[in-house]
């Protein structure tokens, strides 16, 4: 059912792609295409990305996942934001031609259409972090589901995905526990497991080493600051309660976008809720489009909450792929009741079509939504005109270094703050422009360590 897939992947990249000029265009983003337009000018690899909440430095990942398209565009951010689309259409297509093929049409139908405008959609276009959950669920989803029946190798996604997105925001390392869940599940020998499980860890070990060796001159100080800070609490009781808390919270705001409820979330527990009285009352659960995105869910809140993210509602948006497959299961299990009721075919993918149309009107208007939220000075499109009329940046670092986090950076990295996004199109219109109104403005009066050339 190949059709089912391609009409996923124009859905998906349509609607993460059609509104380039109303994309937000903040800080991080500008300071990560800086970087990675830095490093293609210069032929080199970057060894650091962003600094984080808790000020240290990021690992790379998402300076090197941009690279290539920096380098295609000559650093326009849309050429970036259309290949993010591109790599999220494509895992979702992936995961649709899947659920297809192994589980029905029905299932599919209901999945995909929650793939292509759920809740995740609007992240795409901002090149941040979370720009690629739906891409890394939806590949680790699809990895589990093959895995049962099919090649060995497909465990080599389930440890690459969680140890390459830890690359790109340290919040990937709660993808492992889905991981180690989805790999269980699989029915697998772990003889057969050995070969690919070793290579995707090399593979990783390799991706990490530039990162461990700027960690090395920095006397480990940002990994050290991670890790202590998600075992923070004062005494074992009130780490339990802290966890707790996490819990609940996390529960409660699972099928979110990142700031608030949308209109989807609504119809997206509907969904869950009916797969897990399905589950129970047909003692299904152990059907395998129930079991494994159930298990993922629960896996993964579980690691999320024990690493000490339960509040980050942006790490909870991990989950949203394996929700929508919840939901889509529950309406396929639906159909087939229906089915059998009537003792016909004809019923067979009215419900999940039903559902299909619903989710995308829904999904569409939370979509719209969440563009005309963005203040208009922060939208790509007005950054852009602002950039090419050369006005002075009003630029809050150079007045008050301390309350901005542009004075952790390196000398050699790109300026950070508000303002500095307009200096990045700047100097992807004319290489220099960008750093010579920045350095005038004193974005690099902050930094500590000897100025690079420039």
Known sequence: MPWVAGVAFVGAFVSRSVWLSEAQFHPDESTVLWMALDAVRDLRIPDHGLI???????????????????????????????????????????????????????YAVALGAFLVVGPDAAMSALVWHPSLYTAAAALMLAAGIRLRDGSPWWSAVLVAVPGLYALVHYSGIVLFAPAVV???????????????????????????????????????????????????????????????????????????????????????????????????????????????????????VAGQVATDQGERTDVLMLWLVPLYALSAWAAARISELAVVRERGRRSATALPALVAVVVAVVGTVDLVHAIRATPGDQRLGAQWREARAGSPVAYPAALDPRESANRFYLPCDPPYDWGSEVWYLREALRPGAGIDAAEKRGAFAARTGAPCAR
């Open 182 to 300: 989805l790999l269980l599940l699989g029915r697998r020998r772990w003889r057969e497991l050995s070969r690919p499980l070793a290579v995707a860890s090399v593979v990783v070990v390799v991706a990490w080493t530039p990162f461990l060796s700027f960690e090395v001159d920095r006397d480990w100080v940002d990994l050290r600051t991670v890790v202590s800070a998600a075992d923070s609490a004062p005494s074992i009781l009130s780490g339990v309660e802290e966890r707790l808390a996490d819990l609940r919270f996390a529960v409660t705001h699972l099928g979110r976008s990142i700031h608030e409820t949308v209109w989807l979330t609504p119809v997206l527990w509907v969904g869950v809720l009916a797969a897990l009285a399905l589950a129970v009352a047909d003692r299904r659960w152990r059907d395998p489009g129930f079991a494994i995105p159930a298990a993922m869910v629960a896996a993964g």
């Open 52 to 106: 984080s909440t808790y000020r240290v430095f990021q690992p790379p990942g998402l300076v090197w996942v941009t690279m290539p398209f920096v380098a295609i565009g000559r650093g326009r951010p849309e050429i970036v934001i259309l290949g993010f689309a591109a790599l999220n259409a494509a895992a979702i297509a992936f995961l649709v031609a899947t659920v297809a093929r192994l589980w029905g049409l029905a």
